[in-house]
């Protein structure tokens, strides 16, 4: 039977993209239906926009610590829309890198919504295309609870959409998400509150970096009611009045915006067409297998839509370890060992590997050697602040490996990244111990614990 395409794609995110591209240069014909703008999640309503979020809200800082080395006191007012403007422009040109980069790559665009009429017909734009082999990478989005006042709550997409800035903000989630909506609002000047089901934040990662950014986001003046949970909102004339459940019941909370982060999310699969397939959804995900196929045989999914590991680098990787396999004649399998991960907060967090207590749980403790140190680097000494820096490293006893590494600190991601490559090759801490350090940097404690 002869199709219209090798190959569609239904999502024009950070996986759909990336697996479209790297079919049609192993020479498939690829069409791909994306309804929003190009770049998903990722470019539009996550990564992007919030790192450029987060870069804006370390000026204020910035400008404080200068006169320790000298600089005058500077004062500088944020222009909120003069922000979210710039931001939007950006965004927008990357939209267009996306769209250029398919267009080089003689991928078929239809800006449609993709629905499967049968494992091998796409309905787009009112037409019917036919093809050999789908990928589902349709993402996810934030839903809200179902609380009295939801109508209050805004989810994270709309906190890069807010008109101007909140004196007042509550945000509600302990997940990376939360915390760097959290820090991010704080650094460019409102008032914050986080509200989190536990006593720590950032559930799974390595201990000491939960206590250490809990710690220092305290210090700076963001209050993190603990072990509690939103049960109404109502709006008053003092504003958003929150009714909390929990440790902090008695306590008033107040806020101009409540932002949802990480409260929730699940995959776009509604008006998908999986009933017309024989596509496996378990609990709102998209069942596969390590080669991301679904129960249908030529119909694939990758990305947050099957919530392995949600992250950007890995619905790109596993996108293209599909196409490589299927297009490219190479058996390709996603790794999902060592991933390396960062939160975004102030102070910023990496972590790659085990953490010490999955290290502990896996190999048994007598068979985990931990180093850590933790300083404050050389940069907060003139404007004497109590800024710190945490790394760590879990080692295996016996083999000398290194299971994990996590940093708390400035540059945590820059850092870790390197690092990752040498987890992932296996180094051991004898390696590290035989590399020299680079002198006089926060990095180089790495090579130096002892
Ligand atoms: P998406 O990028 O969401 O793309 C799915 C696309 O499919 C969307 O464009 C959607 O419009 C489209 N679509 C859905 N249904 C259809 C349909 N039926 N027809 C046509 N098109 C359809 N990850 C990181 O690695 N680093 C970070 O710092 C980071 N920060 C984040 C911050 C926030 C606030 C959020 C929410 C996420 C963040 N992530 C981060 C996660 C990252 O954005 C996702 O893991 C990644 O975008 C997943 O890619 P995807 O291809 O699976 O889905």
New binding site residues.
Partial sequence: MSFNFDLFV?????????TARRAAEYGARVGL???????????????I???LMVYTSHFPRVLEESQGYGWSPAKSILDWPKMMAAIDKEVGRLNGIYQKMLDKSNVQL?R????LLDPHTVE?ENTKVTTDKVLI??????IKPNIPGKEYLVT??A??ELPEQPQRVVIWGGG??GV??ACIMHGLGSDVIQIIRSDKILKGFDEDIRTIIQESMEEHGIRILKNCSISEVKKTNQGLTISLEGDSNNDMVLADTIGL??TG?IP??E??GLENTEVKVHNGVIVVDKYSQTAEQNIYA?????DR????????SE?RAFADTKFGGKSCLMSYENVP??V?STPEAATVGLTEAKAKEQYGKNAIRVYSSEFRPMYYVLPDTKEKTLMKLVVHQESDQILGAHMVGDHAAEIIQGIAIAVKMGAKKADFDATVGIHPSSAEEFVTMR
């Fill in positions: 239904i999502g024009g995110g950070s996986g759909g993209i990336a239906a994306e309804f929003n703008r190009l770049g998903g999640t990722c470019v539009n309503r996550g990564c926009p919030k790192k239809y449609a919504h993709g629905k787009v990478a349709v993402g996810g989005r934030p994270s997409d906190m890069f990376y998400i760097e909506f982060a990480a999310r776009n699969l008006n998908l990758v990305g947050d839509c099957t590991i949600n992250l950007t680098p890995v619905a790109i996108g991960s960062a975004f």
